[in-house]
């Protein structure tokens, strides 16, 4: 019997992690230019920071935590979402002490046990960024324009931002009163009954059509905004508008953790079926509180990365991690002292800023040429006795099969300026 990865659990290995490796990227470059700073965070955390962070109510925290007791008896969780263990470092740290907001980043796994299927895993990756200490409506701009840049950045155009408020603790309480009356005339399962008193608010969030088609007249959140909020919601409408980023109001949306409140927000892609969530986020301006700490406002977002490799998939097609990580150059060496020469030749390459790779062991031509059909590479160039002794390489072009001798000492000129006249450079 051989060992498998565990069921739920998302692996990338060649060629598709060079599409992950640039969605990540993606963002992280999008983060920087925002003078976000990276943060490495635990993996694992106290269980009762997720339950009074996240929320008990959340099916995230009820429902799909991994938690277990530790050989010294300390009961912990693997993280479900970055948002809250981010948080607790920023004040453990005293980062809020110092210049607000605190503007931070990060990426790396997170574990939720639910159903595995398409775009729904076990494990799976997150890049999470959030500010923190804050009430500004700009900042939540500022938040929803990096991630739509780095969505936009990797070639995506296939996605909807949508945009709602949640209201504050003076106005929610209203509409969540306004909600359970009506909710309560309906007629629903008891599982939905029983949500209505802990967590209307996910109620309008059910996707089976016979309780869409009884909600779709509740009341919403819209109408029954304060004016502090109501006001912050039209500013943050506004500076999208001004940055260009197209949004759709969503007034039924409902974000699956509890902390969320004011501006609230979702990346969905058309193409991806069920699991089209690409990223969100919000404002979160209880939760420092919640979790021991000083009032802190906070806003902030994440993506799912293998939703967006996904995503890049079916929008550029299935040669997608090809063009963006596969080999342009491939070196040949003819016989044993070539080897010296077309290591020299590739580094140069390589110090060019192309991608190149070479036949390595003792194989014949034959073989050798394999390598280089199967590496992708657009040119292969060999490196034999013959072309040592009149100081050229000889380069063939494996799109058309072309061949032809280019003098050693320019072969780097000659490939870098051929492949960025064919936009294969980078
Ligand atoms: P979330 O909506 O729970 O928010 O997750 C953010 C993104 O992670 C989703 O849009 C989706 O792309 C991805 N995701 C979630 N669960 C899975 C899964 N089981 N498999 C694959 N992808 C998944 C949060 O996590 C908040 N902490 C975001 C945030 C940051 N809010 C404020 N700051």
Not at 203 to 215: F, G, M
Not at 247 to 253: G, H
Not at 350 to 372: E, P, Q, S, T
Request: aromatic share 8%; net charge negative.
């Amino acid at each position: 019997m051989s060992f498998q990865a565990p069921k739920g659990v998302q692996e990338y290995v060649p060629p598709r992690s060079s599409l992950f490796a640039q969605a990540r990227e993606a963002f992280t470059e999008s983060a920087r230019r925002a003078c976000y700073a990276p943060v490495e965070t635990a993996v694992f955390e106290d269980t009762s920071l997720f339950v009074r962070g996240v929320g008990e109510s959340s099916d995230v925290v009820s429902k799909e935590m991994y938690t277990f007791d530790t050989r010294g008896g300390e009961n912990v969780t693997l993280r479900p979402e970055f948002t809250a263990g981010v948080v607790r470092a920023v004040l453990q740290y005293n980062l809020h002490k110092g210049h607000l907001p605190v503007k931070v980043c990060t990426s790396g796994p997170a574990f939720r046990y639910e159903r595995p299927q398409a775009g729904r895993y076990r494990q799976f990756y997150q890049f999470d960024l959030e500010a923190i200490g804050t009430e500004d409506p700009t900042v939540d701009a500022e938040t929803i324009a990096v991630a739509y840049d780095a969505y936009r950045s990797l070639g995506l155009t296939q996605f909807t931002l949508l945009l709602n408020s949640l209201g504050d603790q003076n106005c929610r309480p209203v509409y969540r009163a306004a909600l359970q009356d009506f909710l309560r005339k309906l007629d629903l399962d008891e599982d939905t009954r029983a949500r209505i008193e802990i967590n209307p608010l996910r109620v309008l969030d059910d996707k089976r059509p016979e309780v869409r088609e009884q909600t779709a007249s509740a009341p919403c959140i819209v109408d029954y905004l304060c004016g502090d909020c109501k006001a912050h919601h039209d500013t943050v409408r506004a500076l999208l508008s001004s940055l260009d980023i197209p949004f759709e109001d969503a007034p039924r949306l409902v974000r699956g953790l509890d902390y969320y409140m004011r501006t609230t927000y979702e990346f969905d892609h058309a193409l991806l079926g069920a699991q089209s969530g690409i990223g969100g986020g919000g404002r979160y301006d209880g939760l420092s509180e919640d979790i021991g700490g000083p009032p802190l406002p906070g806003i902030g977002f994440a993506v799912g990365l293998d939703r967006i490799v996904l995503a890049i998939e079916s929008e550029r097609g299935a040669d997608a991690a090809q063009a963006v990580a596969g080999c342009q150059v491939f070196g040949v060496a003819l016989g044993e002292d070539a080897h010296t020469d077309v290591l020299t030749l590739v580094t140069a390459l390589r110090r060019a800023g192309v991608r190149a790779d070479m036949a390595f062991g003792r194989r014949g031509l034959k073989g050798a040429m394999k390598a280089a059909d199967r590496s992708g590479a657009r040119f292969a160039v060999l490196i034999g006795a013959e072309e040592k002794r009149n100081a050229t390489v000889a380069i063939k072009d494996l799109k058309d099969g072309d061949q032809q001798d280019v003098a050693a000492s320019s072969a780097v000129e000659w490939l870098v300026n051929t492949l960025a006249g064919n936009g294969e450079a980078e």
